[in-house]
């Protein structure tokens, strides 16, 4: 078998000794366009918007949660006690957001956004209802699912919990936020006046 490759290729050689490569001279360099008005203006526009999209939270792949399934999160840090009266609802709620009719992109665009003006605000307990998403396609609760993921994701958030059933249940979360800069300064001044 190797003979017949060494064969061939003597064979190749000699058919192509003659053969000379071309001189071409007449290489006309390409000059670069430059970009129109409106496609340096949508490059721009582009450009500004990932600037002031400072919405970090991902629509990469999730862990599925089941629509009845109960769900709980805390940070290090959130005391028993404290999460056990999260659990029970007895915090009083002071916004909420309902998730209900929004599709993922908004869902995510809302969430981010209420859970930073609650902290700036100083919001310490929210509500946040997300629904069961039993007949969600093309998963059953897709939405609940990334709502938990999210407020994960969120640094304002010290914890959240599945709603009492008078609060929506397994279909809303209570979440508990951090305090902001302003209540922690309140905080420490209060704390040094004893």
Same mark, same amino acid.
């Not at 078998?1 to 290729?9: H, Y």
């Not at 959130?78 to 999260?86: E, M």
């Given at each position: ?16 000794? &003659?053969?000379?490569? $071309?001189? !071409? *001279?007449? #290489?006309?360099? #390409? ?13 721009? %526009? ?7 999209? $400072? *919405?970090?939270?991902? @629509?990469?792949?999730? &862990? ?25 609802? &007895?915090?009083? $709620?002071?916004? =909420? ?27 310490? =307990?929210? $509500? #946040?209802?997300?629904? @069961?998403?039993?007949?969600? +396609? ?6 609940? =699912? ?11 958030? @010290? %914890?959240? *919990? ?13 979440? @508990?936020?951090? +305090? *902001?800069?302003?209540? +922690?300064?309140? !905080? ?7």
């Amino acid at each position: 078998m190797r003979d017949d490759f060494s064969d061939e290729f003597a064979e190749f050689r000699q058919q192509m000794a &003659d053969v000379k490569p $071309i001189e !071409n *001279n007449d #290489v006309v360099p #390409v000059k670069k366009r430059k970009p129109s008005a409106a496609q340096e203006a949508r490059r721009q %526009a582009a450009e500004r918007q990932l600037e002031d999209d $400072i *919405n970090y939270l991902s @629509m990469e792949f999730v &862990d599925l949660v089941e629509p009845e399934e109960l769900v709980e999160f805390r940070r290090d840090g959130v005391q028993h006690g404290v999460f056990k009266r999260l659990k029970r609802g &007895d915090y009083g $709620i002071e916004a =909420s957001l309902d998730l209900h009719h929004h599709s993922l992109r908004q869902a995510r665009e809302a969430l981010f956004d209420f859970i930073q003006l609650c902290h700036r605000r100083g919001v310490r =307990s929210a $509500i #946040v209802v997300h629904g @069961m998403g039993r007949h969600s +396609k093309p998963h059953p609760a897709l939405l609940k =699912s990334y709502v938990v993921k999210w407020l994960k994701q969120l640094e304002p958030v @010290m %914890a959240f *919990n599945s709603a009492q059933r008078h609060h929506g249940g397994a279909g809303s979360v209570y979440v @508990m936020l951090r +305090k *902001n800069a302003e209540q +922690k300064h309140e !905080n420490r001044e209060r704390h040094q006046k004893r």
